[in-house]
């Protein structure tokens, strides 16, 4: 028996490389990270390190496929999303943001 999967891997923002493979039965994740040719073409992609994961759920590289899963190689954070969220929010200013931003003409603050 054959399964077909899918290997995806972003490696940069609206870019996205996507390959269909065709595994035999009980492969595992890191089967279908060498068969995908990813890791020679993208240098520094550690899966271990970086992680990866099957349908947006973390896998490790031992786990089993089953037939139309889809591998994701994530990429590591460049800045904590706390971080910039807070800059962001300091940057707008605390009136132009939120639930309130948009306010009727005569009701009160906060609704």
């Not at 054959?2 to 490696?11: E, K, N």
């Not at 040719?37 to 899966?47: A, K, M, S, T, W």
């Not at 800059?87 to 009160?108: C, V």
């Amino acid at each position: 028996m054959r399964i077909c999967v899918t290997v995806a891997y972003s490696p940069g923002p609206r870019e996205v490389c996507e390959l269909a493979l065709d595994l035999p039965e009980g492969s595992t994740v890191e089967q279908a990270l060498q068969a995908s040719g990813l890791l020679q073409r993208f240098p520094e992609l550690d899966p271990a390190q970086q992680g990866v994961g099957v349908w947006g759920r973390k896998a490790g590289l031992g786990q089993v496929l089953r037939d139309q899963d889809r591998v994701e190689i994530y990429r590591l954070l460049k800045v904590d999303p706390k971080l910039a969220r807070r800059e962001r929010f300091q940057k707008q200013g605390a009136r132009a943001t939120g639930l309130f931003a948009k306010r009727r003409p005569g009701a009160k603050p906060g609704y």
